[in-house]
C-alpha cells in the first residue's frame, strides 16, 4: 500500500470516524495512525486476526462511501488548493488583512 494511500484512508477517518463503529474506528485508527499490524490489533483487543481484517475491511468500505455521498474530505481538498492559490495572488498587505479569511477556508 502507497503511502499516499495510507495518508487518505487516515484523513477519512479523521474526517467520518465518528460514524463507524467504536471497533471499527479504533482498528483503523490504530493501523493507519499508530502502525500497529493486524497482529498487534488482534492481540491488542483479544480477538482473532481476520476479525480485525474484517472490522477493517467494513470500515474501510463505510468510509469509502460516506465520502462518495458526501464529498466532505475532498471539498476540504479543493479548498485548501483554492487558498493556497489565491495567497499567490495577494500582496502582504492583502495576505495580512486576508488571513483570518484564509483561516477559515483552511478548517
Do not use: W
Amino acid at each position: 500500500m502507497s503511502i499516499e494511500n495510507i495518508v487518505e484512508k487516515a484523513e477519512l477517518l479523521d474526517c467520518y470516524g465518528m460514524l463507524l463503529t467504536a471497533r471499527q474506528r479504533e482498528c483503523l485508527d490504530l493501523y493507519y495512525n499508530e502502525n500497529l499490524t493486524l497482529a498487534e490489533i488482534a492481540e491488542y483487543f483479544h480477538i482473532s486476526r481476520q476479525a480485525v481484517h474484517d472490522a477493517m475491511r467494513h470500515g474501510e468500505e463505510q468510509l469509502a462511501g460516506y465520502e462518495k455521498a458526501l464529498r466532505m474530505l475532498s471539498r476540504k481538498k479543493q479548498k485548501a488548493k483554492a487558498a493556497e492559490k489565491l495567497l499567490t495572488l495577494l500582496t502582504d498587505r492583502q495576505k495580512e488583512e486576508a488571513a483570518p479569511l484564509l483561516e477559515l477556508l483552511a478548517e
